[in-house]
């Protein structure tokens, strides 16, 4: 059978700057809709709803409904997004990362097209193709939609707690690690490598690392971890899976929300993660200290708590979250070096309890 080149979704709309929220209505006329569900996180209503409902009002787009989401159970969303009137073109979600995950999904559902709004920059959800939901009590992955729009608004993402910049970046730093995982599959004949996706990942991070700054709260910074973020999102559609922003660091991370009673961030665990593998991997550690240093990311994790023995136990659970998958942290000798880590790095050690 021949080759062939794969189609992939990509955003129609892109529109990152200042003011955004305020002018959503004529940031997707091109999308020609006449009807659009809008669905908030908690909150986020109170904040821009008014707002963001004049603007599509204005733009000669019908409201059908605006809901503020509040679950992320995968069997309730799928009743609700059945629940969506026939007449609706166009799902809009707009808050943090739960809010775009279940919209996204339900979207996928009624194959109608998503756009996307996020809040804050805590991880790439807001630009991939996947959910994370609820099932069973428990944190899974869900196939969901690309986004048809991306809308985000610096002064928004400036606004919301830093905890969502130091989440993003932890998340964006781990494709140095989870690039070189994917090597390692391809070398131990486990994965293809796609080539093209991994040039939109290394230039997505690569960019961001070295983008000058003096605060994180810079626009221009902002503006980078935001683009950095949506290409993530398009290298994995690339891909057709998880592969050029996902590595060894998120199984941790996937682990970590296994056991630990309430679990941080995702891009925060992440960060901490990519900052072990990359001393395993013996690959641009340095670099990636750098980052975590300057941006104050380390202290930041400092001063929340974790534990050093929660990482080792996330380490040893690792490979189980996937199996199929072949990263340096399913070598058992590799997990005792990622321990051997955890204990004895002084950056671990003191943001570490």
Same mark, same amino acid.
């Given at each position: 059978?021949? %080759?062939?080149?794969?189609?992939?979704?990509?955003?129609? /709309?892109?529109?990152?700057?200042?003011?955004? !929220?305020?002018?959503?209505?004529?940031?997707?006329k091109k999308g020609m809709f006449n009807k659009v569900s809008i669905y908030f996180g908690e909150g986020?209503?109170?904040?821009?709803?008014?707002?963001?409902?004049?603007?599509?009002?204005? %733009?000669?787009?019908?409201?059908?409904?605006?809901?503020? /989401?509040?679950?992320?159970?995968?069997?309730? !969303?799928g009743l609700r997004a059945f629940e969506i009137s026939n007449d609706v073109e166009a799902l809009i979600g707009v808050g943090g990362g739960k809010v775009i995950d279940v919209v996204k999904y339900m979207s996928f559902l009624r194959k109608l097209p998503f756009i996307s709004i996020p809040t804050s920059t805590s991880n790439d959800g807001f630009s991939s193709a996947n959910a994370s939901l609820m099932l069973n009590g428990r944190r899974g992955s869900f196939p969901a939609k690309t986004p048809y729009g991306i809308i985000v608004d610096i002064d928004v993402i400036k606004g919301a707690p830093k905890k969502f910049i130091y989440s993003g970046i932890g998340d964006l730093v781990s494709n140095i690690t989870a690039l070189y995982d994917w090597k390692f599959e391809e070398d131990n004949n486990r994965a293809v490598v796609d080539d093209f996706a991994v040039m939109i990942s290394k230039k997505a991070v690569n960019s961001f690392v070295r983008t000058e700054f003096q605060t994180i709260e810079d626009d221009l910074f902002l503006k980078e971890l935001v683009d950095s973020l949506t290409l993530n999102g398009i290298a994995m559609e690339i891909a057709g899976n998880s592969s050029p922003a996902s590595g060894s660091e998120h199984l941790i991370s996937h682990a970590l929300d296994q056991f630990v009673e309430v679990p941080q961030l995702h891009g925060i665990q992440v960060g901490v993660a990519t900052y072990i593998m990359a001393k395993v991997q013996n690959h641009r550690f340095e670099r990636i200290k750098k980052v975590l240093e300057t941006t104050g990311f380390f202290n930041y994790v400092e001063s929340l708590g974790m534990k050093k023995e929660d990482f080792k136990r996330a380490i040893d659970m690792a490979p189980t979250m996937k199996p199929n998958r072949y990263t340096f942290i399913h070598v058992e000798e590799n997990r005792k070096y990622a321990k051997q880590i955890v204990s004895e790095d002084s950056i671990l050690r003191r943001i570490l309890i």
């Open positions: 059978m021949k %080759a062939s080149a794969h189609r992939i979704a990509i955003p129609s /709309i892109l529109e990152v700057g200042k003011g955004n !929220i305020s002018n959503v209505g004529n940031l997707i986020i209503y109170e904040l821009f709803g008014e707002n963001i409902v004049k603007s599509i009002n204005e %733009a000669g787009i019908q409201v059908s409904n605006t809901e503020t /989401i509040t679950n992320i159970d995968f069997d309730k !969303i």
